[in-house]
């Protein structure tokens, strides 16, 4: 017989990362990079240009992190 599965429960976020989204300067299309803390070049997916990306302050991020309590204070309240 076939086994009888309990509902999946959602799960709550347990931790989170920031994306910061960049313009390739030849195509204009939006590149998403990951806490991009150093300065690094990124590539573009549509032409394929590498372009040289200004980094963003680690303690901005560990301030976004640390205000929504690593994602756990994002959540919707109404879903709950």
């Known amino acids: ?15 989170m990362e ?8 030849v195509c ?4 998403q990079v990951l806490n991009p ?6 590539r573009c997916d549509a ?3 590498h372009f040289p990306i200004v980094p963003v302050d ?6 976004m992190k640390i205000i929504l309590a690593g994602g ?3 959540i919707d309240p109404d879903f709950i």
């Open 1 to 15: 017989m076939a086994e009888l599965r309990k509902p999946l429960t959602p799960v709550k976020p347990d931790g």
């Open 18 to 25: 920031l994306l910061f989204a960049y313009s390739c300067p």
């Open 28 to 31: 204009k299309r939006q590149i």
């Open 37 to 42: 803390i150093q300065a690094s070049m990124a």
């Open 47 to 49: 032409c394929g240009n």
């Open 58 to 63: 680690a303690h901005t991020i560990r301030y």
């Open 72 to 74: 756990r204070a994002a």
